[in-house]
């Protein structure tokens, strides 16, 4: 049967591969050890780094392999297909490492992307507090000048590779009057004064990755780890996210893909009423929803990265709309995987069980479904007062 | 360092199966695969690029596809390849394999280490490691799991799986060792590596860029000859003693003893 033709390069394909390798070779053999016993995944992370994954999106001047969103996206996609704690991890250090890769001084760049590239330090991004989440410019944290130091004040909520991550891209209140131009972008690392982690979080799902709270109390950095300038913080964070969003749609298509190949096996080889169950009009519709869904979302996906990769700016709308559709088609795919599946989809030996625990953070984390329609709808109030 | 590793390329042992009313192994559309004990041998060369820095070179002798195995090692992080590849190798047994893998070693010059697998999953014969070390004159430890705590250019400390339990031993460098897979955990590709391999082009010695003689090559250089090939079929029976406890201990120990058990 012919296959959607996406036209990828070789070097593309490889991406593929290599992640599907890990995949089977070394995540699917123990995923739900790490889900059960909430486990960070260091080893697999030290598999991602050999197999130079982290750099794909960093340029090659400060060690990565100089891919765009395409080549990330292949290989959160595919990863995906395994786990998707683990792929969040991954995908949690390079959207601490974007900011620095857009807004960095060239100093900055060339003593933090070489580390986040090789994969030997993790990266992590903090914008979220208790008291704000979609509502990121009510973020309370405080950075204040003091001689050749910056002093942070206050914590944030939920951050992925907390405590693990040795480099942190933090969202605070410079100007507390200026609005959207009162947040600055700052580099923190682990270990630098005043700076601590609070307990790990207990999660539905995404048990193995890591979300914890971050306390700046006096938490004091040199000057020169302020990332652009000073007031740019939320233009910072916004394009951060932008760019990362497909990567976002890209685990939900893998975690669908993953529950549909389930789904479609088990439904071909379980027999009720004396034939197999796929051969029941309702469940052949579920699962030609389900694959027709996924197509849509790759194909939406491809296409904005590669909108994306060719330099094209104020990405917001697309960004936004190559998240949503994909993760929305994640979470019920996984739903009716469950259903095809039966009984045997609710057990914890089945893989679909994880599947749908865990697709339901993709609806929320980096911006939820209703802040992307948000997004998008702002995007067409403006883009048809023009028209 | 210099380090050889000797790899071979074999039918991909989960997919393959036997007919066992011709007593064949059925072949046709089965991938072939590094023969999985030597990516252990592969991941012991690299342990030790990583902690002493060496320049590995991967010897495969297969025919052309074999190719194939080698780009694979290199996506892993082995610098150099060599196909060892010529009609006049093919039947090869393990007397014939091990001269023209020592041609091959003697070719590429000087070395400090060969490493390769434990035995083929194909063959299982565990027999190319040691006869290779005879010819290339150089001491050998077979079924290693453990390299180190110390290394060095010059010396290994290993731990050797035995029947009775394990050898600690020091080997002077050159040598040859066999791997055993309890040794390490192969690692993954790189997409650096993965690259590299793409664009190689890989090495083909024939026999007279070894300047090998034809009659002790192939199957002309192979005394081994394969009778027959059959799953031996293994039968367990079994017996519930009866009576008391005491009884039942007597009749086991006459049984053990009539079985030459004890
Ligand atoms: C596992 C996990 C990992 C995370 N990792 C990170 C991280 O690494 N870094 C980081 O900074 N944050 C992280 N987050 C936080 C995440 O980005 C926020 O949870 C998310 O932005 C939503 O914020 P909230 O949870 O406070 O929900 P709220 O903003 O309180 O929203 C609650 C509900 O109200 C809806 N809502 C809110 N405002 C509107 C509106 N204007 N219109 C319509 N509906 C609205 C939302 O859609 C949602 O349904 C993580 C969260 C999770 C669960």
Known sequence: MTQVNYFLTEEQQMIIDLARQIVEEK?????????????????????????????????????????????????????????????TTYAASALGGYPILLFGSEEQKKKYLPEIASGKKLAAFGLTEANAGSDAAGIQTTAEEDGDFWVLNGSKQWITNGGEAEIYTIIAKTDKHKGARGASAFIVEKGDAGFSFGKKERKMGLRASSTRELFFDDCRIPKDRILGRRGQGFIIAMRTLDLARPGIGA???????????????????????????????????????????????????????????????????IAAMAKLFPTETAMKVAVDAVQIMGGYGYMKECPVEKMMRDAKVLQIYEGTSQILRNVIGKALNSEYAKK | MNIIVCIKQVPDT???????????????????????????????????????????????????????????????????VVLLSDRAFAGADTL?????????????????????????????????????????NVPSVTCVSEIGPNVSE????????????????ELRLPALITVHPSLNDPRVPSLRGKMRAKK???????????????????????????????????????????????????????????????
Request: aromatic share 4%; proline share 4%.
């Open chain 1, 251 to 317: 685990v939900g298509v893998g975690l669908a893909q993953a529950a549909l190949d389930e789904a479609a096996r088990y439904a071909r080889q379980r027999v009720q009423f004396g034939q197999p169950i796929i051969s029941f009009q309702a469940i052949q519709h579920m699962l030609a929803d389900m694959a027709t869904e996924i197509e849509a979302s790759r194909a939406l996906i491809y296409s904005v990265a590669r909108t994306i990769d060719s330099g094209s700016k104020n990405i917001s709308k």
């Open chain 2, 154 to 169: 010059g010396l290994l400390q290993l731990t050797r799986m035995t029947d009775n339990g394990r050898d600690l031993l």
């Open chain 2, 96 to 136: 014939a394999t091990t001269y023209v893998l020592a041609k091959a070693i003697k070719k590429i010059g000087s070395f400090d280490l060969v490493i390769c697998g434990k035995q083929a999953v194909d063959g299982d014969t565990a027999q190319v490691g040691p006869g290779l070390a005879a010819r290339l």
């Open chain 1, 27 to 87: 995540i699917i053999p123990v995923r739900n050890e790490l889900d059960e016993n909430e486990e960070f995944p260091w080893a697999i992370i030290k598999d991602l780094a050999q197999a130079d994954l982290f750099g794909l999106f960093i340029p090659e001047e400060y060690g990565g392999m100089g891919g765009g969103s395409l080549e990330i996206c292949l290989a959160l996609e595919h990863l995906a297909h395994g786990c998707i704690a683990i792929t």
């Open chain 2, 14 to 80: 989960e997919a393959i199966k036997f007919d066992s009313e011709k007593g064949i192994l059925i072949r046709e559309g089965v991938g072939a695969i590094i023969n999985p004990p030597d990516l252990h041998a592969i991941e012991a060369a690299l342990t030790l690029k990583d902690s002493l820095g060496a320049r590995i070179t991967a010897v495969t002798m297969g025919p052309p596809q074999a190719e194939q195995a080698l780009r694979d090692a290199i996506s892993l992080g082995v610098d150099d």
């Open chain 2, 200 to 262: 190689t082009t890989v090495p083909v010695w024939g026999l007279e860029d070894l300047g090998a003689d034809p009659e002790r090559t192939g199957l002309k250089g192979s005394p081994t000859r394969v009778k027959s090939t059959w799953i031996p079929s293994f039968e367990a029976r079994r017996e519930i003693l009866s009576g008391s406890p005491e009884e039942q201990v007597g009749t086991l120990m006459e049984r053990l003893k009539e079985a030459g058990v004890i």
